[in-house]
């Protein structure tokens, strides 16, 4: 199905960084057959590998549609403590020909040698990717920052009304870092997590303080991305999806605001109620008109 | 919102492994509050983490919702390229104390002898998943199996009312392997991935042949989906989602049936053309009614 958007009062002006959904490069036209056997062409997001380097050592090859592997490397890099904030990078170099990007750090990263490390003993590191997201959250508190309901709903509406490639071709996550009632940066890619690594990224590339932010994904609020917002410094998580029972007890356990199920005016506070200021009567809340209805994420 | 479901003429009957959405292990109540402040309970899918050990070699750490951690990890191995058909598996251990799966071959397996080399050179394995995921595709071109549309609109039919996880706690992906119009085996995960692992570790234990096989998920149909499909040898895949262009792009190197955006009558064929055999008028096709209509996915 295609949607299309109305001219809408300018939705994206308030952002830093939107979405492009019209960069030729983020999808494709695939031809296809419908139902009764009709061909059809459908415009499709596009997924291409971006492998990522830390120095001269290979970390992971992502599937991303390609927008910001500046951000995206870094936001990794950073997301799974393989980078920490005191780290010097002296360069980001993305090579679009053989799809690779170079971070370059002035010093060793205490990730490398972790990696050594743990390479005399077990000769690889696969495994440990995992204990270090968990790591980097012992002692970790948030700071207890308020957030109002009127906000919340605020940014649904302006999130689900801004031209995005998920408005366009679908099968793709958002992720939307605001302050307030505003979004500032919104970013899409296949894979969720890809989408929160980016906003990470430009968090670390432009020395964000992320004390007074709130993260706004369309995804599910798993433990990972729970993790991952935490790690971030971000006190409140807010999602149109669902949640799994972990995640919202690592909320709860870092002090993280948790707002899960957020579609017109619903919504579930699972963590941090007496953080949330109920300042709007739900019955005032704007309404999603159906057209800008997004599904509860996409797969 | 909790979704509940008709007694019906036990569509559950059918499979040989269905969700059992009543199992206390897999879902648990989380207190929350609601748009208007009043305290709300909601039965919320699990997650916790499962390390998989090859021999004395720890792989990775997954987070799952917990059943059959056995196939998980073998088919998490096989579709990783790690474990070969070939290879000999002794046993499988499954240890609930400390939540880790070791699977134990008689001889060391070609990952094994991949890693070591690898560990010579860079040290690490990280980066080679990817590579070794492309590399099994070389070449490989799936049976030219014949599908028709009458099984595919049963599926979604039978499968959408199947009793879940997914409409009991919803924040979770199934995927289920079917013959004809029959499905046999009904997964679900927190991870898309989980879901189809499973799903291919219960065919490796079984010794099941994929070549007459069509796999259902509730995922989006992106390049991973795809690869992996197409490493278990079966060659229909088809989704409620929507998909990627390097998904359908793969899927057509294959010879791999894709069909995406499965809802209600409507479908679009991606690759396969040729093998699908429109044998159903799809005014005829059975209607979805509201109370099983999935989301399309779940973040």
Redesign the interface.
């Known amino acids: 199905?295609q949607l299309t958007t109305d001219p809408v009062p300018d939705p994206a002006s308030d952002y830093l960084i939107a979405p492009d959904p019209t960069a030729a490069r983020l999808?494709?036209r695939?031809a296809?057959?419908?139902?009764?056997?009709q061909p059809?062409e459908?415009a499709?997001?596009?997924?291409?590998?971006l492998?990522i380097f830390l120095n001269s050592?290979?970390?992971?090859?992502a599937?991303t549609i390609g927008d910001y592997p500046d951000y995206l490397a870094l936001g990794f890099l950073k997301n799974q403590g393989m980078l920490s904030g005191a780290d010097d990078v002296v360069g980001v170099d993305y090579d679009e020909d053989i799809d690779t990007v170079v971070v370059r750090t002035a010093s060793q990263t205490t990730y490398e040698e972790k990696?050594?490390k743990k390479?005399r003993t077990?000769?690889?590191?696969?495994?440990t990717?995992?204990?270090d997201m968990m790591e980097g959250l012992e002692g970790l508190t948030l700071p207890a920052t308020p957030v109002r309901?009127s906000w919340l709903y605020a940014l649904a509406h302006k999130i689900n009304r801004t031209p995005s490639l998920y408005l366009e071709?679908?099968?793709i996550?958002g992720t939307v870092l605001c302050q307030g009632d505003r979004p500032l940066v919104y970013m899409e890619d296949?894979g969720?997590h890809n989408a929160v690594d980016k906003v990470a990224g430009w968090m670390l590339a432009e020395g964000i303080d992320p004390a007074d932010k709130i993260l706004y994904t369309?995804?599910?609020?798993?433990?990972?991305m729970v993790i991952k917002t935490a790690q971030m410094g971000i006190p409140t998580l807010a999602?149109r999806?669902?949640?799994?029972?972990?995640?919202?007890e690592i909320a709860q356990e870092v002090g993280l605001t948790l707002i899960?199920?957020m579609k017109g005016?619903?919504?579930?506070?699972?963590?941090g109620?007496d953080r949330?200021i109920?300042d709007m009567d739900?019955a005032h809340a704007p309404r999603e008109d159906k057209k800008h209805r997004r599904?509860?994420?996409?797969?």
Chains 1, 2 share one sequence.
């Open positions: 199905m999808t494709r695939v296809g057959h419908d139902e009764h056997g059809v459908i499709v997001v596009e997924e291409r590998p492998t050592r290979e970390i992971v090859t599937m990696l050594e390479t077990s000769g690889c590191a696969v495994g990717v995992f204990g309901s071709a679908g099968a996550h296949v969720r369309t995804g599910r609020l798993t433990s990972e999602s999806s669902g949640f799994t029972a972990w995640g919202v899960g199920r005016q619903r919504f579930t506070c699972l963590s109620e949330l109920r739900p599904k509860g994420g996409e797969g």
